[in-house]
């Protein structure tokens, strides 16, 4: 595949899609705000629109504890502010065990053989969006930090190598595949009866009868849906591959300002020698080893009483004590995590500020009438044929304001179900559709970034220039995708 040709003056010509993409990064250096200047023209957006479709400013209705409807913008508004609290502080813990799991000596070690594995600036960029989407397809919040913590080595061992790319590819997994992966929060939750609500459960059995839950081999392991996500992870390389600037062009982490550190120097930070008896219990893993052992006899009994498939028990808050207790066993000596663990803390600092601003957005959405308004539109204008590409493209969109895969879905479920019975569309298949269109908003803001960015040192805008060119490559393939499968597929 050509990539470049030969510039007059000697260098190298990077090719159209590489060119398209700097010119991309140049745009949002210069125009785009950062992560938090996102929330706010956001939140101002949803408002206006709000508005301008008729919703109430002020609005409460009679229940007020227990309504999730009939609000008003401002009180929509407030009442979703703090809805996500219990999101925001598991994602902050994802980043704080995540980080910890990484920066502990053995993973350290693994991250440091694979950051070696790339030969080429190129290459370096492509194998870190097959990381990325790989990782992301097991487990999207492994993905965020893993990926990040590999690109920052590679682009510390590989001359040449633009860490604005190589930062926005590994974020790729949360952009591409990780919906239709193993920790899909939709295919999970329609496969659960306890994580579906009543009303969406009679809406499902409306026309399949049974207990109202869609199992995961009629989302996730369709071979329709497994063979749209290879066939979106195949269209990510290549484009990893296309936009890679040359080395000549390339902004380097020193170009940027960013030190990088050797990944196991700073592994190996905690390991401060005990100066007196009381400084034995930070350094020695007896506790440590035993209370991890508490730990994963629980999440082995956790797994063991799950209803159904075992899929069904990975919730967040089973992953972050997984990768607590990981950390526990993995640093060996309490020191060297609590070391890690603070060095986390800064990466969350992101999360811990602008969640609650998106979880304004999310009310203002979910409790006013304004999400079934833009339903109602979409479903009108819909026919059997075109209904996936519509409610993939709508959801892409709804996923700008909310960034959020499991409650997002929850706001989508009731009607794009009920529509597709109506219209005859295969009710497994409307998940994956979702997922598809879910994932690829995310290559359009700054959310989901938040956790990579933190450790890479980078801002949204260096890197939405090169997410924008993949959303551009990647979201006509989805678009083509679920309309061409849907047709393969029996009703419901």
Known sequence: MTTSVQAPNGGTQDNAIARL????????ERFLPDAFGFVLVGTCIVFVFGLATGEALTRTPENVATATSGFGLVDAWGKGFWALITFTMQMTMIIVGGYAVAMSPPVARLIARLAQIPKTA?????????????????????????????????ARLIRGVDYRAIGAMAFLGLGTVWAQGLSGSAALQMASPASTPEALKKIIASARGGTGVIPLSDTIFLWQGMASTAIIFLVGLAMAWLLAPSPERAKTAEDLGITLKPLLAESEEAKIRSTRPGDWLEHSPLFAILLALLGFWYIVRHFANA????????DFNTINLMLLMLALVLHWRPLSMV????SGCTAASGVLLQYPFYGGIFGMIAFTGLSKTIAGWLVSASSTLLFPPIIAL?????GIFVPSGGSKWLIEAPYVIDAANQLHVNQGWMVVVYDLGEASANLLQPFWMLPTLAILGLRARDVMGYTFAMFLACFPVVLVLVTGFAQTLPFP
């Open 21 to 28: 993409a700097q010119r991309f990064t140049v745009w949002t």
């Open 122 to 154: 190129r290459g370096a960029i492509v194998f870190t969006a097959a990381v990325a989407m790989i990782s992301g397809y097991l487990n999207w919040a492994f993905s965020l930090i893993f990926t990040a913590v590999l690109a920052r080595e590679i």
């Open 307 to 314: 209803t159904g498939s075992p899929l069904n028990a990975l």
């Open 339 to 342: 070391t890690a663990v603070r």
């Open 394 to 398: 709508y959801s892409c969109v709804l």
